[in-house]
């Protein structure tokens, strides 16, 4: 599988180049820095199965670029701001990865071209089975849980979901409406079940919806209903490079 990076940021395109290395049956047909001549490259060269093309851009952004570029390869966005996920997934963007992009994330992004793609078949089986994960990446608004139960499934929309917070073998999933669900699943599995772009974890022991966060005071993250859960020392980075791209930034100078 041929793949084209596109990204104004030289140390972006050394790290996915890296990544494409280290993958089987994966080859790197060219990168640029700059979109408009990466636009003409790949129009006079259109043999490319997958282009990771970078959103924030000076001249073009990338959502620009897609309406320019051959029609064909499937599309990766890859940005530091989630505010544009919306936008590039109106785009029939087949992933979008979220700076900075963990080798995991590039495995799972992998995975879902291959799909798209035809790259690879799925084992004959007789009713295949769904993970929680590709579900969240088909932007599904809900998912199912096992409550503890016998024979009982619960639906929760991730709309109503505050936060989460793990328990040894289990998570609680507290909602906006004050109901809470107790499943059998660790902090890992559940995350995999919620949409990237919506929910960030904020501690060992916590996950977070961020269109319910109020407020940001120091290692407190204060919610809606006067919630408020803690922001781990060894989460914190990641957790203020998402929500640094939705802050609103005057462009004056000082």
Request: hydrophobic letters at 40%; a neutral charge.
């Amino acid at each position: 599988m041929t793949c084209y990076i596109i990204d104004d940021e030289q140390h972006a395109i050394d790290t996915l180049s890296t990544y494409l290395s280290r993958v089987p049956d994966m080859e790197l047909a060219g990168t640029a820095t700059n979109p408009v001549a990466a636009i003409q490259s790949l129009k006079a060269h259109p043999n490319v199965d997958v282009i990771f093309l970078d959103v924030d851009m000076p001249d073009i952004s990338g959502i620009e670029a897609i309406e320019l570029l051959p029609k064909g390869p499937a599309i990766v966005f890859t940005t530091a701001h989630s505010n544009y996920a919306l936008n590039a997934f109106e785009q029939n963007a087949i992933d979008f990865l979220l700076k900075p992009i963990s080798f995991a994330k590039f495995l799972k992004s992998i995975d879902k071209i291959k799909a798209y793609l035809g790259k690879i078949k799925p084992e004959q089986t007789t009713t295949p089975v769904v993970p929680p994960a590709t579900i969240a990446a088909q932007s599904q608004t809900s998912m199912f849980i096992n409550p503890g139960t016998r024979g009982k499934v619960q639906q929760i929309y991730f709309s109503e979901i505050l936060y989460i917070e793990g328990l040894k073998n289990y998570v609680l999933i507290y909602t906006a409406s004050g109901g809470k669900y107790t499943t059998y699943l660790t902090m890992n599995e559940i995350m995999t079940a919620l949409p990237e772009i919506k929910f960030v974890r904020t501690h060992k022991s916590f996950i977070v919806n961020i269109d319910k966060i109020v407020s940001v005071d120091g290692n407190s993250i204060n919610l809606v209903e006067q919630n408020q859960i803690p922001l781990g020392t060894s989460y914190r980075e990641n957790f203020m490079n998402i929500i640094s791209g939705l802050i609103v930034k005057t462009q004056r100078k000082a």
